[in-house]
């Protein structure tokens, strides 16, 4: 299958470079083919590809190794004109997205098919192919080309991006003579600008036109009246006396005597739309070289050619321009937000330096037409309305004309000039400064469109990876070490993270990061000693002044003490911690609430360094991280809470201590199954009875975790009272087994060895045991033998009716009793089982050990039998009986 209108699979490209790697199927596999294809592309010089490559490649490697269980096999083809990426897996019979008349939206939480729909969304080509034993997905992702040819035809538009035009578009048609008097005025010319035909006939068109005087531009209307076509910007003074911004296009005509004359189109500039001719680009020859189609394009008049291809840089070519066809002191060039609300500083010259770029001020400053930046304004004397341009404020810039940049009537951006003298600019300036604006809105908008695009597919492979680093622990120092290093220094230059334990808690400072590690310990004290921010569930980030004006506070504390220390000669301690620590939280800082389950969490609060800002596409992308920082780090919360309570409760089930048995070395080892625990279905107790003796028991409670911790605290201190009340091994295990069964539902059958150990006089002991089902004991003897212990009974909790018996048996000098549960005997790889043979072979080599190290014999043959983890609880008990020439 290949995305539809490609009828053929495109493999025919010349194959310059090429490389291949395999993931096996598991999840950390999906991060590494994302670095794969991260550094191939880098490799090769194709940075601009990376984004969507690793978007599109996370998702087919995850359906091949965590959906289809399989190997996925990656490879990364490089040709003249595209990167073709393959990924490949063992599972053929998985389904693909069918052509479907209507669109089928899916729910929230189908993964089927996202990576196709992916690649149909973002690649050029993409395509499926099937063998009998795998299936490969292919996408291609074409090199950015030059466009060729003109574009005569734009595409269909939702009504609602149509431009805005009035109820009935007002056309004027002027015609001019050779001499550039005014010859033809119709309906719609005298509708706008108020003059009747009569009035303005013969008159040149100069007299009436406002035309912009552009340092560098030889061009004047009466050079643009003999062109054989312009189209611009200009104005036409009513007969008001106000000039009227218009858009024109002039066309050169002869009549059929040969008379030259040229026809004027005019439209209100922002209907400029409706005659504007669609931006050509330059075409190639047949000879390979590029030919100007159109004009002399009004942008590159103003910006020069080569224009900048990037956007800071099409930017301050921009501000420079505009200060010096007015010939300002300072200029600067600001950005609108989406919600054009505010306005982000993006380019300066001639400002102080603290008017840094992305600082943002409001569009509408004030109440009066001047005080919006959606209209042009000149400020005649800043210093008689202080504010009236909020980034010139305390700069010593007293006059200034700001214009707005527009593209189909919406608001983008502010251009704006300034000099220091009060009364430098008139309307004319204003009028010169908007035509400026006009010709290169549509230019820095596009600009803007592309940076904006590239940053926000940037985002999405960057959160991708952080979702990933995030799910992959539960750990919540971890957690918090992460959420740091994601955004130091991808997102600002420094950061801490408060927690809040629960609704009664403050704020508590516990993680906190810098770029540059020596800085860490005073921006950890400085943040110390200041009060928290503000917890609140308002989303978004907002501003935090503190910590900039406490470090600045300090900073001018320690340069006091030191000036009065520099007259005897020395300087105060701690000064140059205190700068540093001012010039790295001098500049914007800002705090994102996390929030996880409708309950604040935390604070995570990103910082800036001196005269710096935060731009508004990373505050997006950090409100995006934070909410899925929060929810990991309640989860890492939640999983460690759990943990301790369960950790609590099962270490009560655990015996206290194993007591001193004289004459007898007793070693226990437990291990239990699952993250977490510490006591599962195995169980062991050895305690003191009356009468000299000690009771000693291990079992195995069917299953694992919680529920088999529960019948295990039943058995053991069941074992203990009834023990210690006098009562023989089986009348205690028959008591036992009614009690489990009174449980009911809740109850599980359990395997038991109980027995009791009676030290005799000669140094040997005698033990009466009964083995319910369990693992029978086994005794090895100083001679090297290995027998059982006891004979096998009915288990308990599956049967009312139980008749036990006990049997004898003696342990003499150097003789061991060594007792398992079945996570021992059981212990498997592959078709292999330990069992009872090859426990008996490991204890038959423990000869002479004591009992400790037979304990750990064991269990080193238990581990080493299979790779994997053990999946069953353990539980070891040895009695051994020491030789009299051992010491105790």
């Known amino acids: 299958m290949v995305k539809p209108g490609n009828a ?7 194959i310059t470079a090429r490389a291949a790697a395999s993931f096996e199927p598991m999840g950390r596999s999906v991060a590494a083919a994302r670095a794969f294809v991260r550094d191939t592309l880098q490799g090769w010089g194709y940075t601009e590809l990376i984004d969507d490559a690793v978007v599109l490649t996370s998702e087919l490697v995850t359906n091949a190794v965590v959906h289809a269980g399989t190997d996925a096999e990656v490879l990364c083809l490089r040709s003249e004109d595209a990167v073709r990426i393959e990924v490949a897996d063992r599972y053929p019979e998985r389904e693909i997205p069918l052509q479907q008349t209507g669109p089928t939206i899916a729910p929230p939480d189908h993964e089927g098919g996202r990576g196709l729909l992916l690649c149909g969304a973002m690649a050029s080509r993409w395509g499926v192919d099937y063998t009998p034993t795998r299936k490969q997905v292919w996408f291609q992702l074409a090199l950015p080309a030059r466009s060729v040819g003109t574009r005569s035809a734009g595409p269909a538009v939702p009504v609602q991006q149509l431009p805005i035009a009035e109820a009935r578009v007002r056309v004027a048609v002027v015609q001019i003579d050779r001499t550039g008097a005014i010859t033809s005025w119709n ?16 008159k040149p068109l100069t007299d009436i036109a406002a035309w912009p005087h552009t340092p560098g531009t030889g061009t004047g209307i009466v050079e643009a009246l003999t062109l054989s076509r312009w189209e611009g910007s200009y104005g036409i003074r009513g007969v008001h006396g106000r000039v009227i911004p218009v858009y024109a296009s002039h066309l050169r005509v002869r009549d059929p005597e040969g008379e030259p004359s040229t026809v004027c189109l005019l439209v209100r500039d922002d209907e400029r739309a409706v005659i504007q001719t669609p931006v050509r680009v330059a075409a190639a020859t047949e000879g390979g070289q590029l030919t100007d189609t159109r004009a ?20 301050q070519r921009t501000v420079e321009r505009a200060r010096d066809m007015l010939d300002a002191d300072s200029a600067f060039l600001l950005l609108a937000t989406d919600d054009e609300t505010e306005l982000e500083v993006r380019a300066t010259t001639g400002l102080p330096s603290t008017r840094q770029r992305f600082a943002r001020v409001p569009v509408e400053a004030g109440t009066s037409r001047y005080g919006s930046a959606r209209m042009p304004a000149v400020h005649e004397d800043l210093g008689t309305a202080p504010g009236a341009v909020p980034l010139l404020t305390g700069t010593g810039m007293r006059s200034a004309v700001t214009v707005p940049l527009k593209v189909e009537g919406r608001l983008t951006g502010s251009l704006g000039v300034a000099a220091e003298t009060p009364g430098r600019y008139s309307n004319e300036e204003a009028l010169r400064l908007q035509f400026a604006a006009d010709r290169i809105a549509l230019a820095v908008e596009s600009a803007r469109l592309g940076e904006l695009e590239r940053l926000r597919r940037g985002s999405l492979s960057f959160l991708v990876e952080a979702s990933d680093l995030l799910a992959g622990t539960l750990d919540r120092d971890q957690t918090l070490a992460l959420m740091a290093q994601m955004t130091v220094p991808t997102l600002a230059t420094w950061c801490a993270v408060y927690t809040i334990a629960d609704q ?10 810098h770029e540059d590690e020596e800085r860490i310990d005073g921006l950890k004290a400085l943040l110390s000693r200041i009060n928290p921010p503000e917890p609140v569930t308002t989303p978004g980030a907002r501003i935090w002044a503190a910590p900039a004006e406490a470090a600045h506070h300090s900073a001018l504390r320690s340069s006091m003490r030191s000036v009065g220390l520099g007259s005897a000669g020395g300087y105060a301690p701690g000064v140059g911690t205190a700068l540093s620590t001012a010039a790295v939280t001098g500049g914007e800082t800002v705090v994102l609430p996390l929030v996880a389950r409708n309950r604040v969490i935390g604070m995570l609060t990103l910082g800036k360094p001196t005269e710096e800002h935060f731009r508004q596409e990373i505050l997006e992308l950090a409100e995006d991280l934070s909410r899925r920082a929060a929810l990991a780090l309640d989860n890492a919360r939640l999983y460690s809470e759990r943990t301790a309570i369960s950790r609590a409760l099962q270490r009560s089930l655990l015996p206290p201590n194993t007591p001193h048995i004289p004459g007898v070395e007793v070693e226990v080892i437990y291990r239990a199954a699952g993250e977490g625990n510490e006591v599962g279905g195995d169980f062991y107790d050895v305690f003191p009875l009356r009468g000299g003796g000690y009771g000693f028991a291990i079992g195995d409670v069917c299953g694992t975790g919680p529920e088999a911790a529960a019948v295990t605290g039943l058995a053991r201190h069941a074992l203990r009272l009834l023990a210690r009340e006098g009562l023989g091994g089986p009348a205690v295990l028959e008591r036992l087994n009614a009690a489990i069964l009174d449980e009911g539902a809740r109850s599980r059958f359990l395997t038991l060895l109980y027995g009791e150990l009676w030290p005799q006089e000669d140094g040997g002991a005698l033990l009466k045991v009964v083995c319910a089902g369990h693992p029978l004991p086994l005794r090895l003897s100083q001679d090297g033998r290995v027998e059982a212990a006891a004979e096998p009974q009915p288990l308990l909790g599956v049967m009312e009716d139980l008749e036990l018996y006990e049997q004898t048996v003696t342990l003499n000098a150097g003789d061991v009793l060594l007792c398992v549960t079945d996570g021992v005997t059981e212990r498997r790889e592959g078709t292999r089982m330990l069992g009872d043979d090859g426990l008996s072979d490991v204890l038959t080599g423990c000869t002479g050990l004591t009992a400790g190290a037979v304990a750990a014999r064991v269990l080193r043959a238990v581990e080493r039998f299979a790779a994997e983890p053990a999946s069953d609880d353990m539980a070891i008990l040895v009695l051994r009986i020491p030789e009299p020439h051992e010491s105790d």
């Open 8 to 14: 053929t699979r495109q493999r025919s490209a010349v």
């Open 187 to 202: 309906e719609d010319a005298e509708h706008l600008f108020g003059y009747t035909a009569d009035q303005v006939a013969g």
């Open 296 to 315: 002399a394009d009004p942008f590159e008049v103003f910006i020069g050619s080569p224009a900048p291809d990037d956007l800071d840089g099409l930017l």
């Open 504 to 513: 009664s808690s403050e704020p508590y400072l516990s993680f906190v990061l």
